[in-house]
T-cell receptor
Framework: DTGVSQDPRHKITKRGQNVTFRCDPISEHNRLYWYRQTLGQGPEFLTYFQNEAQLEKSRLLSDRFSAERPKGSFSTLEIQRTEQGDSAMYLC??????????????FGPGTRLTVL | GNSVTQMEGPVTLSEEAFLTINCTYTATGYPSLFWYVQYPGEGLQLLLKATKADDKGSNKGFEATYRKETTSFHLEKGSVQVSDSAVYFCALTPYNQGGKLIFGQGTELSVKP
């Protein structure tokens, strides 16, 4: 078990470009979460999946954001037509849905997005 | 709605001092409560948790007690070390909402030798 991994770790893009991030959760975890964290703030919930089903999306997630988890394993988060306000750290976390640690989330290292 | 409020930082302490970081919450129902820690250059890690009223979570010398009557979950440690320097986040998961975390803004702790 290598923990939650995210790719890329850093992304610099120009305003208006599309970007896609990938998250690989811990293999036996069926819940996967995306958060966004800006400097000096706590992470803010964006969306979560149970297996391949996207069960909740935050109002923070505008129409330019889309997330998928097609086979219930890895997930992608795409941002279309990036804006400077999208610059943030994007965090992925996973958790089991049952068992002793069912409500504990394990976080990846994050993808830092900078929009120029 | 659901929210978490933490004391503002940065907090600067000398080694072996007593630490308290205050955390209060607003939630409907019975949330689970957490403290996460982010060491410099590292990802978020779960420090401790409590899932019902009067539960005490503890780990690495840190403790926090779930107080429903005061809606609080204050983090304490009797004797801090330089290696405890980090940002600490209080968080909750609302009852029966899929486990999403609602975080406070974080409190930066700096421990000087």
């Amino acid at each position: 078990d290598t923990g939650v991994s995210q790719d890329p770790r850093h992304k610099i893009t120009k305003r208006g470009q599309n970007v896609t991030f990938r998250c690989d959760p811990i293999s036996e975890h069926n819940r996967l979460y995306w958060y966004r964290q800006t400097l000096g703030q706590g992470p803010e919930f964006l969306t979560y999946f149970q297996n391949e089903a996207q069960l909740e999306k935050s109002r923070l997630l505008s129409d330019r954001f889309s997330a998928e988890r097609p086979k219930g394993s890895f997930s992608t988060l795409e941002i279309q037509r990036t804006e400077q306000g999208d610059s943030a750290m994007y965090l992925c976390a996973s958790s089991p849905s049952r068992g002793e640690t069912y409500n504990e989330q394990f976080f990846g290292p994050g993808t830092r997005l900078t929009v120029l | 709605g659901n929210s978490v409020t933490q004391m503002e930082g940065p907090v600067t302490l000398s080694e072996e001092a007593f630490l308290t970081i205050n955390c209060t919450y607003t939630a409907t129902g019975y949330p689970s409560l957490f403290w996460y820690v982010q060491y410099p250059g590292e990802g978020l890690q779960l420090l401790l948790k409590a899932t019902k009223a009067d539960d005490k979570g503890s780990n690495k010398g840190f403790e926090a007690t779930y107080r429903k009557e005061t809606t609080s979950f204050h983090l304490e440690k009797g004797s801090v070390q330089v290696s405890d320097s980090a940002v600490y986040f209080c968080a909750l998961t609302p009852y029966n909402q899929g486990g999403k975390l609602i975080f406070g803004q974080g409190t930066e702790l700096s421990v000087k030798p």
